[in-house]
Each structure stands twice: as C-alpha cells, then as structure tokens.
C-alpha cells in the first residue's frame, strides 16, 4: 500500500512537472548564437538554417555564416535612394504623395583562411532539420602557415557561370576590383 | 518497472553498438589506421573483400586529395534557396593497387561489417586522440592538427551515411583552410536578389578520421578529421 501511495506521488510530480513544461512551443536557442561572443582574434558569424536535407542546411548556414564574416571584413554597399514626389487630386485635397525607394546593392569578394564552425547545434523540428552555427575566422593568425596548402592548378566546372545572375555577380566583382585598383592608384599618387 | 525501462531507455548509448576503434580512432605518429565499410551480404567473405577495396581507396586519399568545386545560394525574402553545388574530391586511383593492408580486427554492426586496417604488420591497436563526444557540439583545439566535422543524414544503408559524412568533414576541412566567397545582393523596397558563390580548390593529405558519432534521435551522423600541421 505504502509502495503505491509512493508511485501515485510520483506520477502526480511527473504530471505536474509534463505540464508546467507543455505550455506553447519553447525554442531552444543557443546563448551563442543570439549573443555571438568578442575576441578581438577572431571575427564570428552566426546563423541558422532549416531544410529536409540535413547536407543542404548545414551547407546554407555555412555560407549564410561566412558571407556575415566576409561582410563584416569588407564589403561594398552601394546605396541609393530615389525619392518620387507625386501630387494626386485638385488644389484643395490635393494630398503630397512621398515615396522613398532604398534601393542598395552589396558586392563581396573575399578569400577566408581559417573559417570554421566552432559551435553547432542540430536538431529535428518534425521532417525539418534546423541548425544554428557559429563561425569563426581567427584575423592574421596562421593566415600564412595555411596558404601553404593551397593548390591553384585546378579550374573546373563552369555550369553556374552560364545564368545571368552569375555573369552579373563576375560583371559586379570586376568593377569592384577596378575600383579597388583606382583607389589604390589615388592613394600612391598623393603620397 | 515503467521507470526503470524509463531510465533504461535515456541511459542506453546510441553508440553502443560500435567498437571502441571505430568512434575513437587508435592515433599512431607511426601509422595510420583506416576503417573500411561494406554491406554485410550473404557471405561475409564478399562483405570483407568489398571493405578491404574501401580501405585501399580511403589510403588513396589520405594520401593526397583535391577537392576542389563551387556551391551557389540565392537570397530571396523567404531565405536562401541552395542552388546547387560541383565540389569533387580527386585523388590517385593509380595507387590503390600498390595498396597493401592488413586488418587488424573486424565487426558487424547491424547491416554492415567494419574493418580496421592499417599499412605494415603492427597489430597493437594505440590509444584515441579522442576519448568523449563533446567535438559534437564544439569544435576542439588540438595542437598539433587541424580538425574539421562532417555530417550525414543516416540512410537506408548506415554505411553510406559514414562514407558520406567522411567526405563532407574532408571538404569542410578544406573550406577551413581557404574558401572564396563571392557575393552579390541587391535590395530595394519590394524585391530581394542576387547570388551567393562559395569556391574551394585545395589539396590535402595525411587526412585522418579522428572520432565518430551518431545521433539515431536527431538522425545523422558526425565524423571528426584531423590533418597533422
């Protein structure tokens, strides 16, 4: 009897504990990602993807992680702002329409050494994988140690260069390059 | 009993099922020490055969393997969409013949027989560089390596989700060691565009796995490559 009252205690304490922790979905986000941490060698990226295929998730935080690094390197934004004054209706109800259009574009081109995931978190949200991922790049240190690995021989593959986005981006990073080299030009003739 | 099975049931290991060698590599300064894969068939001496092949070719690339290839998103408001990538590992098929293993020890798991093989007669197994599971979730520093994970889904056949995840940890770590972004996004008040390119076009060598893990809840697996400095 004694034994009983003990397991009937017990169940009520699981039950009471089941549904205090069942109020509403609870997202479970990593303390990292929502505060990325500071160390002054090392730039981190963040990110957090989902999809059916587990490869394809890992692979979009990656890039979505190494594109903020890369950003926050260097990137060129080009912002402009066209602002379109429209006048609808007669002098007395007339009504000044203002619209702003922000249209900004953002070129990057950007070599990582050392980039790595340094903390993940992979879980299932029903038939979907989710994924939250920190990347690190450490600024300067083992850059050189590295590039000793690099191999340039290799060119392949030229599938994705065929659409007009690809040709676009190559069109974007060639200006850029350009621009970079003018600047660099300016700066060695004022000196 | 219901909590006792309770109990039983979180303290049960998804690993349990795996020898010791396979989850935590035996490291060697000497030697290099390899597991190989196969279906377990109706003859295990078929299963052992097409594992020894598999190990000759993981010698291959641990000997010197490019990987090199490209992998594309595209942003769009409702998030990035995968547009496919061309990453190949490449490596010297020539050389698998002149391969010669000897197998240290085997195992069946389930569906698949592993051997664990390494090059010359030592069979003493050394120790793992790896004795616990937290690389899983946070990517440790080892003096002396560079190390990089790899994941898979588990498929129908658990042999395919190691193999894959083995490649995958190879081409993560050949993205740590340099990997070109190039990017271009455009956006206005209505419509977000543009191109995202990641390429990779490396060589490495005397790449080894480091340790193993699955998740059967979650429903992948992780593998754990070092490559000496």
Known sequence: MKKVGILSGLSLVL?????????????DVPDWFLNPPKDPNYIFGAATATSRDLQIVIDKAKQDARLDIAENLRSNIQGLIKKFDEEVGRTEDSELLQQFTQVSKNVVDQTLIGSRVNKSKAEKEGEMYR????????????????????NNNHHLYTRFRASQSFKELEEEVRKLREYEKEQQKAFEESE | MFFLLLFLSYSIDDTTV????FLQMPISSKRVYIVGYAPLYKYLSSSIKEARKVTKRKFAIYRRDSIVGERAFAPTPIGKIYLGETIMEFFDTNAIKDIKVSIIDTAVVQDMVLILSTLGRDRKIPSPLITDTSWVDEMPDFSGWFVAKGEAPIYEYEHHSWLAAERNARVSLATFLEYHE????????KS??????????VVVSRVQVLARYINRKNGYCSVLVGMRK
């Open chain 2, 18 to 21: 795996y020898p010791r060698w």
């Open chain 1, 131 to 150: 994924i939250y991922l920190l990347m690190e790049l450490p600024i300067g240190e083992a850059r050189a140690e590295l590039l000793k690995q690099i």
């Open chain 1, 15 to 27: 039950l009471i504990v089941s549904c205090a922790s069942s109020g509403g979905a609870k997202l």
């Open chain 2, 192 to 201: 977000l565009s543009g191109v995202s390119l990641g390429s990779v076009n």
């Open chain 2, 182 to 189: 190039k990017a271009l996004k455009k956006l206005n008040n």
